[in-house]
Antibody, heavy 119, light 106 residues
Framework: VQLQESGPGLVKPSETLSVTCSVT????????WAWIRQTPGKGLEWIDF????????SPASRGNGRAIVSVDTSKNQISLRLSSVTAADTAVYYCAKLEYTFSFRALQIWGQGTAVAVS | DIQMTQSPSSVSASVGDRVTITCRASQPIRGWLAWYQQRPGKVPRLLINAASSLQSGVPSRFSGSGSETDFTLTIDSLQAEDFATYFCQQTNNFPYTFGQGTKVEI
């Protein structure tokens, strides 16, 4: 499985940042997916996660304010929308596969990341 | 949110040295701690899951231990390719927060 993020590169303050993660070599269905970002000043920051497939998954995200994570199974993609961005949202955005089982909880596969600047 | 504190922030070491990095959680997280390695300009790579379970393909000179609030990552006989930044992450409670990183420098 490989993940590849794509994004706008530059977003204006107060607008909505949209980044997409394309999954190849496997299906998005039946797995957990997460978005993380990295800045020089704040290091790695967890944004949110989603489970693709099934009803009432456990765990399930309770949402994260400005961030909305969604899955498009027809395109095998995961998306992140972050509203009302400011300069503090300038970061490299990563998607990752969250392996979540009885004995395993970690970000096992990461995309290459996409850099987004807010200016 | 659970705060994760790593120490030291950076460490200078030589090839062959033993390096120990600690990670402390602001509240008990049982054994749900992961360690990642990030080489310069590269993507984070999972080294250890559940505090001590080495990922497939990770050299055995890496080891992890700990539970509840105190965890360690040890690198025995440091190699040139180990010079990187290491992050811990708690995976007990969402949001799965990260430590600030420890840079292992030559």
């Amino acid at each position: 499985v490989q993940l590849q993020e794509s994004g706008p590169g530059l977003v204006k303050p107060s607008e909505t940042l949209s980044v997409t993660c394309s999954v190849t070599g496997g299906s998005v269905s039946g797995y957990y997916w997460a978005w993380i970002r990295q800045t020089p000043g704040k290091g790695l920051e967890w944004i949110d996660f989603i489970y693709s497939g099934g009803h009432n998954p456990s765990p399930a995200s309770r949402g994260n304010g400005r961030a909305i994570v969604s899955v498009d199974t027809s395109k095998n993609q995961i998306s992140l929308r972050l509203s009302s961005v400011t300069a503090a949202d300038t970061a490299v955005y990563y998607c990752a596969k969250l392996e979540y089982t009885f004995s395993f909880r970690a970000l096992q596969i990461w995309g290459q990341g996409t850099a987004v600047a807010v200016s | 949110d659970i705060q994760m504190t790593q120490s030291p922030s950076s460490v200078s070491a030589s090839v062959g040295d033993r390096v120990t990095i600690t990670c402390r959680a602001s509240q008990p997280i049982r054994g749900w701690l992961a360690w990642y390695q990030q080489r310069p300009g590269k993507v984070p790579r999972l080294l250890i899951n559940a505090a001590s379970s080495l990922q497939s393909g990770v050299p055995s000179r890496f080891s992890g231990s700990g539970s509840e609030t105190d965890f360690t990552l040890t690198i025995d006989s440091l190699q040139a390719e180990d010079f990187a930044t290491y992050f811990c992450q708690q995976t007990n409670n969402f949001p799965y927060t990260f430590g600030q990183g420890t840079k292992v420098e030559i």
